[in-house]
């Protein structure tokens, strides 16, 4: 869903209480940065020499056109996909090339744009079978009777966090679109990550499961350093601290959200096309 219905303010209304949360926004050493990240397939160059920096306590947003290369670079961040060239420091050590599974017990968590969830299984039971594939020594732990104690306990943690306590014994196919998407959020969460790497978690959702979304992204926000790739352009700028545009797999600007706004190349970039960033 793409919302062209900006208010003419930098930010809009919906930030609500934006300025409080902006305020706490750390500035120092960013938890994950990328320097030169590139990904080829064959001839194309998907993700080109990308810089970018998450902090705790910020939702960094990417946005861009169809085939941006948004997705692949979520990969490449959660290891999902080796990277080509480049770095990806996590708290100063560089991950690149590490794999999903040992990138994710560091700390990395994702939700994907497709959706991830055992639709026959309850919602507590996929909370919980996320918590415990991220459990170094899952079976050692598992067999343990405080092992089960811990896993079902950050299980139903991570349910409360992301608003779904109240559904936890649902088949989850029997949930709406928006909350899958919210159980989503609660598995990754169930892997205690600090970082999260969110692709389109809007998509296919109507306006009250959106805001009920872009709250919780922002409540999450205050503990966690989040990647939010996004659509809805109201979503965009009530959640970015910053905002990067890419094109072509390239980053065209990165800043403030009033920045990026105010970007030549950003505005000359989206004219005749869909006017994202145009009032
Ligand atoms: P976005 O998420 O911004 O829409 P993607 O990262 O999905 O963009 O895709 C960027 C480009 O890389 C597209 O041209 C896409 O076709 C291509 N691409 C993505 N994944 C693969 C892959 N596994 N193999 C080959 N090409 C890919
Ligand atoms: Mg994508």
Do not use: W
């Amino acid at each position: 869903m793409i919302s062209n219905g900006l208010p003419p303010s930098p930010l809009p209304e919906q930030g609500g209480n934006l300025g409080s949360l902006r305020s706490q926004a750390v500035t120092g050493a960013p938890i994950l940065r990328t320097r030169g990240l590139t990904k080829r397939f064959g001839g194309l160059v998907a993700v080109s020499d990308v810089s970018l920096d998450l902090h705790v306590g910020e939702v960094h947003v990417v946005i861009g056109p169809n085939g941006a290369g948004k997705s692949t670079l979520t990969n490449l961040l959660s290891g999902d996909l080796p990277p080509t060239a480049g770095e990806v420091m996590l708290e100063g050590r560089d991950i690149a090339g590490l794999s999903s599974d040992q990138i994710s017990r560091m700390g990395v968590g994702r939700s994907y744009q497709k959706t991830n969830i055992f639709l026959p299984f309850t919602v507590f039971e996929n909370a919980r079978l996320a918590a415990q594939s991220r459990t170094p020594h899952a079976l050692r732990v598992f067999s343990q009777a405080e092992g089960y104690a811990e896993i079902n306990q950050r299980a139903q943690a991570a349910l409360a966090a992301a608003g779904l306590e109240h559904r936890a014994q649902r088949i989850a196919a029997t949930l709406s679109h928006g909350e899958q998407r919210q159980l989503e959020i609660a598995m990754c969460l169930a892997t205690q990550p600090r970082v999260l790497l969110l692709d389109e978690p809007l998509a296919g959702m109507g306006p009250h499961e959106s805001q009920r979304m872009v709250e919780l992204i922002k409540k999450l926000s205050a503990d966690h350093a989040i990647m939010l790739i996004e659509h809805d352009m109201d979503a965009v700028f009530a959640l970015a601290h910053r905002l990067t545009v890419m094109v072509n797999g390239e980053v065209l600007e990165s800043g403030t959200p009033a920045e990026v706004r105010s970007s030549p190349a950003v505005q000359l970039a989206y004219l005749g096309g869909e006017e994202l960033l145009h009032d």
